[in-house]
């Protein structure tokens, strides 16, 4: 094998070292919250800094993305890529010695905007830095990043607090920032664009500051207050309203610096909304299944988190099966598997109860994690097959943005339907509670237990699981429904796919031509 055909990989290596650190950057801060609540051992952060210094992170990641696919099109992703780990590697060191839980809250945004600028920048280079015959494999790699954060996170991040203080979880980020640095500037060599997109700092602006804000509603939306809360609402309505005036502004343009009529593209539009409901069910579901395992089946952090790892070996095999599955099935319908498999098991749980084997959940885990693999990457070749050359950067922007969005939706919705399905179930067992004690038992199954502990009522203990396990059903009941509209989305949006010799992108789509992007 040659210098020529074997530098590539190089660079998909580069593209993929980089894009597991930006996902492990959103997960590893799990296993440190107990940590940091400590006033002893750690900050004495509040139950909601903690809440914000995890959400941080992801907001800024989703509302960055956008800004960080049109700078990697104007200004070439080799570029971008360099700029968002030395951004990346400054707000790490920062965060590490925080002194207080504000200041970690902002140098989290910090670590969100650096993967903001790389993520659409190692996804621009594995599409366009790689043959068409080796991109299905190659996105594959990109995508199985995914599954390897998952898995790699908590265990990297339990591993380091069991020797270090807690500031070592961002430390960790320098050597392997060293190591990307290095081979960017060795193995990865600059994409060009035969056309130079025009920046827009004003539609930059737009795009974060209104995705930002409805990011920050819907976060909010999922708290205690609701949705009708101020606090909820009128970010979200400013955003939104951001948000259209950004659009209104640039399918007026005759050059747009963000094109969103990228949306016309039936295969574009479909697979980013397809994405977005995946990862929007699988973050709601990873949420509840936590507090499934930890507070109906009695499981430890470090247990649960064993057992919820294996959704990530799934992610790994499905996205490793996923191009030869494509090639045999066409990528619709490969897709169309993946959708439905996933969907039975998110609807799984309405089978699940306080005695079902936690083998039998880890099963479960790992056929989901497979099913959405067998979407993540032949969706994502598919999605920038479509697109001209010079729009890979924002079409990676939006396929990288379809993740924390879908993921921050998720929890925040669903974790708001379990909450009001178990108040409401388990209203009845709390009378004759004073009203104080009564309110906080309502909070939520955790604080329905310790109620029940510090009054020592057996029978509360009991009537928690019942109410826990009925918002469950509830709750998976909706996931699955939603989950099974992308199964809809991939059935309706994606033609049958063209002859081999008409693939650009190794999974059975050629780019169309350029009519809907020309001003």
């Known amino acids: 094998m040659t210098h020529r055909s074997t530098r590539p990989w190089w660079t998909v290596a580069v593209a993929v070292l980089a894009q597991t650190l930006v996902l492990l950057d959103n997960t590893v801060l799990n296993v440190a919250m107990e940590t940091l609540a400590d006033p002893v051992r750690g900050l004495g952060a509040s139950a909601a800094e903690l809440a914000w210094a995890n959400a941080s992170y992801s907001l800024v990641f989703a509302a960055g993305s956008f800004a960080g696919g049109a700078l990697a099109d104007r200004y070439g992703p080799r570029r971008t890529l360099t700029a968002g780990l030395l951004l990346l590697a400054v707000a790490s060191t920062l965060a590490a010695f925080s002194p207080g839980a504000t200041e970690l809250i902002v140098t989290r945004g910090f670590m969100g905007a650096g993967g903001a600028l790389i993520t659409p920048a190692t996804l621009a280079l594995v599409t366009r830095g790689t ?5 299905t494999r190659a996105i594959a790699v990109w995508a199985s990043a995914g599954g390897a954060a998952v898995a790699l996170g908590p265990v990297v991040g339990g591993a380091l607090l069991t020797r270090f203080w807690w500031g070592s979880v961002f430390l960790v980020n320098l050597p392997v920032v060293a190591v990307c640095l290095a081979g960017v500037a060795l193995l ?9 997109r025009v920046l827009d700092p004003v539609a930059l602006l737009l795009s974060v500051l209104g995705l930002g804000l409805v990011v920050y509603g819907v976060i909010e939306g999922g708290r205690p207050s609701g949705w009708s809360s101020p606090a909820a609402l009128l970010p979200l309505v400013a955003g939104l309203a951001l948000l259209a005036v950004f ?11 963000f ?9 574009f539009a479909g697979g980013s909304v397809t994405l977005l409901l995946l990862f929007f069910g699988l973050a709601g579901q990873l949420f509840y299944c936590a507090f499934y395992l930890q507070g109906v089946h009695g499981l430890s952090a470090l247990a649960a988190g064993a057992v919820m790892a294996s959704a990530a070996g799934g992610i790994v095999l499905g996205n490793q099966i996923s191009p030869g599955l494509a090639r045999l099935l066409t990528v619709r319908w490969c897709a169309v598997a993946g959708v439905l498999l996933s969907s039975a098991t998110f609807g799984a749980y309405v089978f699940f109860d306080a005695d079902t084997p936690v083998a039998a959940i880890a099963a479960v885990l790992l056929v989901q994690g497979a099913g959405i693999g067998l979407v993540v990457a032949p969706m994502t070749a598919e999605m920038m097959a479509v697109l001209p050359a010079r729009y890979t950067g924002a079409g990676a922007a939006i396929s990288a ?24 179930e388990i209203r009845p067992a709390l009378d004759g509670l004073a009203p104080g004690v009564r309110d906080r038992a309502l909070d939520s199954a955790e604080a329905t237990r310790a109620v029940a502990a510090s009054l020592h009522r057996p029978d509360l203990l009991a009537a928690a699981d019942r109410a826990y396990l009925h918002a469950l059903y509830v709750t998976a009941t909706w996931t699955a429904l939603l989950s099974l509209a992308g199964a809809v989305l991939v059935i309706g949006y994606f033609r049958p796919r063209p002859s081999p010799t008409e693939a650009g992108s190794g999974y059975g789509s050629a780019p169309p031509a350029d009519r809907a992007h020309r001003g």
């Open 131 to 135: 043959a068409p015959a080796h991109r």
């Open 247 to 257: 659009v209104r502004v640039q399918s007026r343009r005759e050059v747009p610096g």
């Open 188 to 196: 990865v060599p600059e994409v060009r664009y035969a056309e130079r």
């Open 259 to 267: 094109d969103v009529r990228l949306f016309t593209e039936p295969r």
């Open 401 to 424: 943005a379809t993740r924390p969005v879908g993921s921050t939706l998720g929890v925040a919705v669903l974790g708001s339907v379990l909450a009001t399905s178990y108040r409401g």
